[in-house]
C-alpha cells in the first residue's frame, strides 16, 4: 500500500489502546472494544491500511451516532448441529460477531473434523483474513466470505448489484508466517477507491465502469457514483470475458449465496442501508469454514508440505526485470517486519477524523504528533 507523504506514524500499542477508548466513548462495551480495536491494529500491521484505522470514524464511529449499527451486540445463535450453526448478529459490532462465529466453528471442527457457521443481520467486519487467520492460529485451515453493499456490475453489466464479497483463506505452513489469500472478487474494493480519495490519486483504468461501460478514475468522484448507482467496480478479470471478468463475477456470487441463502438473510439490492429514504442497518451475511488438519493428516506433516509447495514458488523462473516472486501472506509479513517499531502510517485525512474523534470524546491522554 503506497504511504502518503504527509502521513505521520503513530506506534501500534498507542492506536489499539486510542482506538479502545473511541469504542467503549460510543457504547461498545470494553471487551468488545478491545475485539473491535483488534481486528483494526491487526489491518494496519499487516498492511491493509483500507482496513485499519482509516476506517474507524466513516464506517464504525459514524455510524452508531447514526442509529444504523448497534454498539451492543446481541449474538444469538438461532439453530445448529454438531457442525453447524446459523447466528443472527442483531445488527451489531461486525468484529464481535465474526469472531465469535469463527471461534464456534473452530470449537465444533475440533470434535467433527469440518464445521460451519454462518451469519445474518450483522455490519462490515473489518479485514476478512482476521477472521480466517484465527483458525490458522489454531492449526485449521480458515475459510471466511462476506457480503456487502452492492458497488459491482455482473459481466457484460454496468448497474452495482454485487458487493465486493471478499472469499478468503488462511492455512499454518511451517514458515514464520501462514499462508493468507485475503482479497475481494472484484478488481479492487470500495475501501481502496477510499484511500485513493485521501490520497488525492487517481486510480487505474479498468477498475470502475459508468453508465456507458467507459473507464472512470476520479476516486472522489466513484465514491459519489457508487452510492447514486451510477457507477460500478468491475470484478476480477476485468470489463467482459477476454480476461476472465466472468469468473470473478461467478465468484462474487458463489460469496452473494453463501453469505444470505444458508441463514435467509438480506442480499443485494437489499443490503444498500437506504429504505423510504431513511438510512438503516445494513444487515449483512457472513459465512465461516473451519477444517481441522489433524483429521487428515499429521499438522506438521500438512505444514511442511504447504511450506515445499510456497519456497518452490518462490524459487521458479521469473520474469525478466522481476525481483522476486511472492505468495500469499508473505507481503503482510515483510510489512509487519518494516512496520513493528514504526507503527501505523496515518493519513492527513485520517489525522483529521483521529483528532475530531478525540475531541469530541474528551480523550485527553492522546498527544498524536499532527
Excluded at 445474518?120 to 453493499?149: E, F, P, Q
Excluded at 451510477?230 to 463475477?249: M, Q, R, S, V
Excluded at 519456497?311 to 509479513?333: D, N, V, W
Aim: charged share 25%; aromatic share 8%; glycine share 12%.
Amino acid at each position: 500500500m503506497e504511504i502518503e507523504k504527509g502521513a505521520k506514524w503513530v506506534k501500534f500499542d498507542v492506536m489499539e489502546r486510542f482506538m479502545r477508548d473511541v469504542f467503549k466513548g460510543i457504547g461498545v462495551p470494553a471487551a468488545d472494544a478491545a475485539v473491535c480495536a483488534d481486528v483494526l491494529i491487526t489491518a494496519d500491521k499487516l498492511g491493509f491500511d483500507s482496513h485499519g484505522v482509516s476506517r474507524l470514524k466513516p464506517i464504525y464511529y459514524d455510524r452508531i451516532k447514526q442509529g444504523i449499527q448497534l454498539p451492543k451486540t446481541a449474538y444469538k445463535v438461532l439453530r445448529q448441529t454438531a457442525g453447524t450453526a446459523v447466528i443472527d448478529g442483531g445488527n451489531g459490532m461486525g468484529h464481535v460477531i465474526a469472531r465469535r462465529a469463527m471461534e464456534l466453528a473452530i470449537k465444533k471442527a475440533k470434535r467433527t473434523g469440518i464445521a460451519m457457521t454462518v451469519v445474518r443481520n450483522s455490519t462490515h467486519y473489518g479485514m476478512a483474513g482476521y477472521h480466517a487467520l484465527l483458525a490458522a492460529k489454531a492449526g485449521m485451515i480458515g475459510v471466511t466470505g462476506t457480503n456487502a453493499r452492492p458497488s459491482v456490475a455482473p459481466t457484460f453489466g454496468v448497474e452495482n448489484m454485487l458487493g465486493t464479497n471478499p472469499l478468503t483463506f488462511a492455512m499454518p505452513t511451517d514458515e514464520s508466517f501462514p499462508f493468507l489469500l485475503d482479497c475481494a472478487t472484484s478488481i479492487t474494493q470500495r475501501g481502496k477507491v477510499e484511500v485513493y480519495a485521501k490520497l488525492g490519486k487517481d486510480m487505474p483504468r479498468g477498475w470502475v465502469i459508468d453508465q456507458k461501460g467507459g473507464s472512470k478514475t476520479d476516486p472522489a468522484e466513484v465514491l459519489v457514483d457508487l452510492t447514486r448507482g451510477t457507477a460500478a467496480l468491475t470484478p476480477l478479470g476485468g470489463i467482459g470475458e477476454d480476461l476472465g471478468g466472468y469468473k470473478g463475477y461467478g465468484y462474487c456470487t458463489v460469496v452473494e449465496i453463501l453469505s444470505a441463502a444458508l441463514q435467509q438473510g438480506a442480499y443485494m439490492k437489499m443490503l444498500m442501508g437506504v429504505e423510504n429514504g431513511k438510512k438503516v442497518p445494513y444487515r449483512l451475511g457472513h459465512f465461516f469454514i473451519a477444517i481441522d488438519i489433524k483429521a487428515f493428516t499429521p499438522l506438521a506433516s500438512f505444514k511442511r508440505t504447504a511450506g515445499d509447495i510456497l519456497r518452490q514458488l518462490r524459487a521458479s523462473k521469473k520474469m525478466p526485470g522481476a525481483k522476486r516472486i511472492y505468495t500469499a501472506g508473505e507481503k503482510e509479513h515483510l510489512t509487519w517486519l518494516a512496520r513493528e517499531k514504526r507503527g501505523v502510517p496515518v493519513n492527513r485525512e485520517t489525522q483529521r477524523e483521529v483528532i475530531a474523534m478525540r475531541d469530541e470524546l474528551g480523550l485527553k491522554g492522546y498527544r498524536f504528533d499532527f
